[in-house]
């Protein structure tokens, strides 16, 4: 396996990287590609995780001992990792989280319940993830808005003629993903931040699907809100990180109480809070995960985000000429810009069932609804296989995997 000549992006060297992938599943090696779900991660995160545990495990923010001191400074370079890795512009508008769908809950709940009411719009696409649907539907229900949604055309891209008819003067937010999880389809958020804007509305972005694939700059796209998951961009899980812009983080009220997001508590007096993004931040956080995120991202910086994605581009035109020629195969999501997303039914064989034959020959994808109901209830299936590609996988991967799925189509018909 050698990276393309006229790439510079050492597959080989990269794969070293990856303990999991000398793994062998069911007497084969591991064909890993399932990385919308969740991807694999890479030494220098996993001995960024032990380092932690084995030399400066404290709480931080607290305590004036040395391990507090050291925990605290690893915890608190990550915010500034991850403020340039974004483009953001400063280290106060870093919010971590357990992951995108608590970034998005925590928009929903503090500024959605402070900010909407009856006669308001929140528009969402069909493209969403359930994430950035059932919050905005429950907050709805408690707060009288409407949710108008941007309908999607027959390649899985959405309708911008329609998005700027539904852009009006009763727009709040606009809340869409950059990369769609089911379809890959990435979506043009500048140009949707924009039209949201000249409204007077806001947007929030879920990056999840686009941090590990696209070259992020929320100041570029001018998004209000940005969020996106550390065990997607080669990170643990448990963690993530949303952006917001600091007159707005400013602005809302926290969503949960505890230790760490005040500044002061007393029963005669009440409560006054931390400074952003600590007042967002309520108790003990995931320490670890967070600086291993760090790691993470600085790991993704020296390969190259754009040599990742010129890569995994690559790895998605081969993938579409192979399945494109089976017979029976519908490729759903063919939209003229994607990240490196395939997903397909095949014709008298259930998803379920081609997924478990071919992991029997060590290929791992995800089937189902991706989380993405909606979505698929309009493209008439319920179910779809999706292969996701990252930065480790090649097309000799690629070649097993299409053998493997026709292998399995002939031992479903």
């Not at 070293?16 to 064909?31: A, C, M, S, T």
Request: hydrophobic content about 45%; proline content about 4%; charged content about 20%.
């Amino acid at each position: 396996m050698t990276a393309m000549t006229d790439l510079t992006l050492d597959v080989v060297k990269v794969r070293r990287d990856f303990p999991i992938l000398e793994r062998r599943v069911h007497g084969h090696p591991l064909i890993y590609l399932d990385n919308a779900a969740t991807s694999q991660t890479p030494r220098q995160v996993i001995e960024t995780l032990d380092h932690y545990y084995r030399h400066y495990n404290a709480n931080i923010h607290r305590g004036l001992h040395t391990l507090a001191d050291e925990a605290t400074a690893a915890y608190e370079a990550t915010r500034e990792t991850v403020r340039g890795f974004i483009g953001a512009r400063e280290t106060r508008e870093i919010v971590f989280t357990r992951g995108t769908t608590e970034a998005i809950n925590l928009v929903a709940n503090s500024w959605g319940r402070a900010n909407l009411g009856p006669g308001d719009e929140v528009l969402i696409s069909r493209l969403e993830h359930h994430s950035n649907i059932v919050p905005w539907q429950l907050l709805a229900a408690e707060c009288g808005f409407t949710i108008r949604v941007i309908p999607v055309d027959e390649r899985g891209a959405l309708d911008m003629a329609a998005y700027r008819e539904l852009v009006g003067e009763r727009t709040r937010l606009v809340a869409v993903n950059h990369v769609s999880n089911a379809f890959g389809t990435i979506n043009p958020v500048a140009e949707m931040a924009r039209i949201a804007h000249a409204q007077g509305a806001l947007i929030l972005v879920d990056g999840a699907q686009a941090a590990p694939h696209e070259i992020v700059d929320v100041t570029a796209l001018d998004a209000d809100f940005y969020a996106f998951s550390g065990h997607k961009v080669y990170g643990p899980t448990g963690v993530g990180v949303l952006y917001g812009k600091a007159a707005l983080l400013e602005a809302m009220p926290p969503w949960q109480g505890g230790g760490e997001m005040i500044r002061t508590v007393s029963f005669e007096a009440g409560t006054t809070y931390a400074d952003i993004p600590h007042k967002f931040e309520a108790g003990t956080p995931a320490i670890a995960e967070v600086i291993a995120l760090g790691r993470a991202l600085e790991w993704v910086g020296e390969i190259g985000i754009g040599l990742i994605r010129a890569w995994e581009h690559r790895l998605l035109e081969h993938a579409h000429h192979e399945l494109t020629a089976i017979d029976g195969l519908r490729l759903l999501g063919t939209a003229p810009h994607k990240a490196g997303v395939v997903s397909f039914v095949v014709e008298d064989a259930h998803a379920q069932d081609i997924a478990l034959l071919i992991d029997q020959l060590g290929v791992a994808i995800r089937t189902g609804n991706h989380c993405a109901q909606p979505l698929l209830q309009q493209f008439g299936v319920d179910a779809t296989c999706r292969a996701s590609f990252a930065a480790y996988n090649t097309p000799e991967e690629i070649d097993i995997f299409v053998a493997a799925l026709k292998r399995a189509i002939e031992m479903v018909r």
